[in-house]
């Protein structure tokens, strides 16, 4: 299984999708720790994504992936329009010239999308932020040399659902210490939606 | 919700289009932008003033933008740190040929986005120097952690800074005056009832009747602690204690702010300015200037914050200098 322009656009429609039918879920986790805006964003900048990717016509992954990024970070502001906004920027050029996108390829252009997100909000993983999504699912795909979709949506699935447990030291969630322990971190239920959309493209594809 | 507006997703552009119809004279609204800039900017040869954030502090930060103070403002969704392109936008049309500084409050998004806009405008060759905003004293400050956050304390970084950059200063003068700002000033709030986001329909939280939230962020991010609402008197005591004890005001003279997170009447404000006011005049504090009123709100929230500068005599004489702008004269 290969990405091609077509999957990455049934991809990011998916994705899309799910954003928009969990918007106030996101957002009534936002308000939990945060300061609400998660939904409201990520629908509003997935939105002017799909409006962009589906009136315009690409000839590669990195060319779409590019699109991607810089729509979301000319819409969505808060702390997601950067850092989504960046790990797809970082994906478009680590995937420059690969088309179509192999297992091995893809993996390498997560981890310089995790790299990217670590860089620009200075996290860690265990700080409860998308990281702690994001790194687990990396060393999914580095450990196994196909893309096994069910196997990775459930290690995105497990990996968002431990943020639960974890005490917040980055993003608005830190201000809250101890109190933000029993809540899921947004991001992490973003990012979830976001590997469970690709899983689904996978296994379509296979 | 009950509120007076056309369309949630629209409430930006609308307060934007309203505020540059009732400051004609003074203030512009950059084509196919949430920027808010001088009427004359960029003023050539000074150094460029560019602060913003999310929506629903109102008058911050547009209503900070004229004579003495900002050079542009970057409106962005409410609650939401506006995106690097729009403040990079604000960066080129205040660059005077001097660079350009920006007032940034501590927050993660917030700070991500104006720093992209930084790298854009440095790979144009603009110098941009900035300060990130940290006053909020409820927030225990590490460097493992986001940090602090900035909140009224913000507009005093914008009257100072403002003000060194008017009288001809430099990048680096005005950088030095905004962090010599930042070091000197601390805040501390508290909520009554919450606020609500336009687009997302209701309360930030929920709080009875008769508690009251110590520490409320001004995004209706959660404070430190809840308990029974008591009088203003011991309101006044607890958040000028916080900021008492977080930095050594002793024997100072200070500038005072009372803030309005929105929905407090000026009432109010003034009945917990009068203790603020006692309880610095025995500790021996003096008080310089006192600013009561709505600086940096949280929509309808009600609640208040206390803001102390501790002064020298360069503070004293920039928080002076002369000021024009729809929000703050001097």
């Known amino acids: 299984m290969e990405l091609n322009v077509q999957s990455v656009l049934k991809w990011i429609e998916k994705l899309n999708d799910k954003i928009q039918n969990n918007k106030e879920y996101l957002t009534s986790l936002d308000q939990a720790i945060g300061d609400g805006d998660h939904g409201i964003n990520m629908a509003r900048g997935f939105q002017e994504v799909i409006n962009k990717t589906t009136t315009s016509q690409y000839d590669t992954v990195s060319d779409l992936t590019k699109d991607v990024a810089m729509t979301l970070m000319s819409k969505v502001g808060g702390a997601s329009g950067p850092l989504y906004g960046t790990a797809f920027l970082k994906l478009s050029m680590s995937v420059k010239g690969k088309d179509p996108v192999d297992h091995d390829a893809f993996t390498a252009g997560v981890q310089e999308a995790l790299n990217g997100i670590q860089q620009r909000g200075k996290a860690n993983e265990g700080e409860k932020t998308l990281v702690d999504v994001w790194a687990p699912v990396l060393r999914f795909l580095q450990e196994n040399s196909e893309f096994e979709p069910g196997k990775l949506e459930e290690t995105a699935k497990v990996a968002m659902e431990s943020t639960k447990d974890i005490i917040a030291i980055r993003g608005r969630a830190a201000y809250l210490k101890e109190r933000s322990k029993g809540h899921l971190d947004p991001g992490s239920v973003s990012s979830f939606y976001l590997f469970q959309s690709l899983a689904e493209v996978l296994q379509e594809g296979e | ?330």
């Not at chain 2, 995106?83 to 990079?88: E, F, G, N």
Request: net charge negative; hydrophobic share 40%.
């Open chain 2, 1 to 330: 919700m009950k509120k007076i507006m056309n369309d949630p997703n629209q409430v930006v552009q609308d307060m934007l289009k309203g505020f540059v119809a009732a400051f004609p004279n003074d203030v512009k609204q950059l084509p196919n932008t949430t920027v808010i800039a001088r009427k004359n900017a960029p003023v050539s040869n000074k150094v460029g003033l560019v602060s913003g954030g999310g929506s629903g502090h109102e008058p911050a930060h547009a209503g900070y933008v004229g004579k003495g103070m900002l050079d542009a403002a970057v409106a962005g969704e409410v609650f939401t740190s506006p995106t690097p392109d729009q403040v990079y936008e604000a960066i080129k049309a205040v660059d005077g040929g001097a660079g350009v500084f920006l007032v940034i409050k501590n927050y993660t998004g917030d700070v991500m986005n104006f720093e992209m806009a930084a790298e854009l405008a440095a790979a144009e060759g603009i110098d941009v120097e900035q300060v990130i905003v940290n006053d909020d004293v409820a927030v225990e400050d590490s460097s493992f952690t986001t940090g602090r956050r900035g909140i009224a304390g913000t507009v005093f970084v914008h009257k100072i800074a403002g003000a060194k950059a008017e009288q001809g200063g430099s990048l680096q003068d005005v950088k030095a005056v905004a962090e010599k700002v930042v070091a000197n000033v601390r805040s501390m709030g508290m909520a009554l009832t919450p606020c609500t986001v336009p687009a997302a329909g209701k309360p930030s939280f929920e709080i009875d009747d008769n508690e009251m939230e110590i520490g409320m962020g001004i995004h209706g991010e959660p404070g430190i602690e809840r308990k029974e609402i008591a009088s203003a008197n011991e309101i006044a005591e607890e958040l000028t204690q916080k900021v008492l004890e977080d930095i050594d005001y002793s024997g100072s003279e200070v500038a005072v702010m009372v803030n309005g997170l929105g929905s407090t009447p000026e009432m109010e404000l003034f009945i917990v300015n009068a203790r603020v006011h006692e309880i610095l005049a025995e500790k021996g504090i003096k008080v310089y200037k006192t600013f009561v009123g709505e600086y940096m709100t949280s929509l309808e929230m009600a609640g208040c914050s206390v803001t102390l500068l501790k002064l020298d005599d360069e503070l004293k004489e920039l928080l002076e200098a002369e000021a024009v702008t729809p929000a703050f004269s001097s």
